[in-house]
């Protein structure tokens, strides 16, 4: 072995050694129990006792069965959904009103992302009580987080009150990187307003959106903290979601085995979604 | 048509007022309620508070094990964060600057790493933790928050070393400085503007979990603000005054925080979304 190919394994070497940190935090507590629960997914454990036996597949057929499944799924979907078209709606117009910068532009800017820094819990119990004190006790509607219907759209509200800050910062942003002789070419030949907004922001601003959709949809695929907080999963299991039927499985029902395999097809579920999506819309993006 | 004009920026200026109403709103309720007294509430809600009262906190305080739980939150904020940022800015030095596939695949498996929802580890987390002895200790909570966030962490530290110009470092190098020296005395100070970014984003998401730390943080002495604050809530939903004090309390740092760094909030978010 030569110098040279000496100083290369010894580089190689310590490059290594900064990478290890990270990566052995990141495999001991996250990839490794990851993997882990796929054998757990296939045994009959029960989350305490020491014994688990071998199942097969079993968990994963008894899902088809559970309707509970179909339902906190059909929940994580709605509230994904609402708070994603939402969201970036409002975060958008909010955006186009307040693109320039002066003073109260910035101050209302500031107090609109102003709820996304309080924790989830926090957010849902004082929209508990806007809820049934202004909408119920002062304008006299039905409280959504009542009713069986409503109630998870009463939650994914919350969600778009907090989130919507967020998108609005994202598209500022890219709002400001449009080049403003773009919109005098427009008014020049005589575009209308929503044609300019057809043909000069939306494509400008596409990557954008693609960007706030993915991130929006991994948030409201994974929701838990807000129906935790606002309703419990309620009234029954109306706003139940597939992340608290897994949390609840694992530690209420003593049934981890079959937890974990719903566990399983959630991730895989989110994986799939997310890339979908995320594929869709980039290919969009070279059309645009 | 200068008439028009007028009228345009007035309708402006409402909508801009509208949207800060409808957003504000409800933080009149948390403020309102925390500072009336029980028989105040029950006569009229919504109505302006006419006397603080300032009991309300210090019952709240007594009854919610606040400070400690401040502390905790304060602790394991802290800790969590300054761990991310040395081990995070390490990796990602390494991966946006080694060309070999190695590193490159590094990048995509954390990639994919941020879309695990936590619920598909939480039971075989557990089990380890409690293998290790570190189940309901804030140690504990430390390095599972550390591992959940340091996928996100590295991603964006990475997306930012690219944007650093290599010639520096190549000096450094040729004068005889070893990869240690160069990064830390280099590279490390460049990085700073991602730095503060990544610490004031890592340290929301610490701050206000709760899903990771409902599983973790069980014992009365470890509980941090926010599993505090959703145990403390159901039980005093009677003394709804306490149950507010208690929410404004927990907010008023969050909230200082916010108002301190908001620009590196800002530019984190913006340079998150670049990155997708």
């Known amino acids: 072995m030569n110098l040279k190919q000496k100083a290369k394994i010894k580089r190689t070497l310590i490059d290594s050694t900064f990478l290890f940190p990270a990566l052995a935090v990141f495999i001991a507590f996250v990839v490794a129990p990851f993997i882990w629960g796929i054998p757990l997914s296939l045994t009959d454990w029960d989350g305490l006792s020491a014994t688990k036996n071998y199942v097969g597949f079993k968990n994963y057929f008894n899902m088809f069965s559970d309707a509970h499944i179909l339902n906190a799924f059909k929940n994580t979907g709605v509230f994904a959904v609402m708070t994603l078209i939402l969201s970036n709606i409002f975060g958008l117009a909010i955006a186009l009103l307040l693109q320039r910068s002066n003073k109260l532009n910035n101050i209302t800017r500031t107090m609109v992302f102003m709820p996304y820094c309080l924790s989830m819990i926090l957010q849902s119990y004082i929209w508990k009580y806007m809820y049934s004190d202004v909408l119920t006790g002062l304008l006299q509607l039905p409280n959504p987080l009542g009713s069986q219907f409503w109630a998870i759209f009463g939650i994914s509200f919350i969600c778009i009150w907090a989130d919507t800050g967020y998108c609005m910062i994202i598209y500022v942003a890219a709002l400001q990187g449009i080049p403003r002789d773009y919109y005098e070419v427009a008014e020049i030949s005589g575009a209308s307003r929503w044609q300019q907004f057809c043909k000069i922001t939306l494509p400008m601003l596409w990557p954008a959106v693609v960007s706030n959709v993915i991130i929006y949809l991994g948030w409201g695929l994974k929701v838990y903290d807000y129906p935790m907080a606002a309703t419990s999963g309620g009234p029954g299991r109306a706003s139940e979601t597939v992340a608290m039927l897994i949390y609840k499985n694992l530690f209420s029902y003593h049934k981890a085995g079959y937890g974990q395999a719903l566990a399983v097809v959630y991730t895989i579920l989110i994986f799939v979604i997310i890339s979908v999506v995320a594929k869709v819309l980039r290919r969009r993006e070279v059309e645009l | ?276």
Request: proline share 3%; net charge positive.
């Open chain 2, 1 to 276: 048509m200068v008439g028009e004009k007028v009228w345009e920026k007035v309708i402006r200026v409402i909508e801009k007022l509208a949207v800060l109403l409808i957003f504000l709103s409800p933080f009149y309720i948390a403020v309102c309620y925390a500072v009336k007294s029980r028989k105040e509430l029950t006569a009229g809600r919504l109505d302006f508070p006419k006397v603080i009262h300032w009991e309300n906190f210090a019952e709240a305080i007594r009854r919610s094990n606040f400070f400690q739980a401040l502390m905790n939150s304060t602790i394991t904020t802290v800790v969590t964060v300054v761990v991310l940022l040395i081990i995070c800015s390490m990796a990602a030095y390494v991966i946006a600057r080694r060309k070999s596939k190695f590193f490159n695949s590094m990048y995509f498996a954390m990639l994919g790493a941020t879309l695990i929802p936590f619920q598909s580890i939480i039971s075989p987390l557990y089990s380890e933790l409690r293998a290790i002895h570190l189940m309901n200790t804030l140690a504990g909570y430390c390095i599972v928050q550390i591992a959940f966030q340091s996928a996100f962490t590295t991603l964006i530290i990475t997306g930012f070393v690219k944007s650093i110009p290599l010639e520096l470092e190549e000096a450094a190098m040729i004068d005889g400085c070893s990869q240690y020296g160069t990064f830390w005395k280099i590279v490390f100070p460049l990085m700073k503007p991602i730095i503060s970014t990544v610490a004031i984003l890592d340290a929301l998401c610490t701050w206000n979990d709760f899903q990771v730390s409902v599983v973790f943080l069980q014992k009365e002495s470890i509980k941090n603000l926010a599993v505090t604050q959703y145990y403390f809530f159901g039980k005093n939903t009677a003394d709804l005054n306490y149950a507010f004090a208690m929410i404004l309390m927990s907010m008023i740092p969050i909230l200082i925080l916010y108002f301190s760094f908001q620009r590196y909030i800002v530019s984190g978010i913006t340079a998150g979304a670049v990155k997708g």
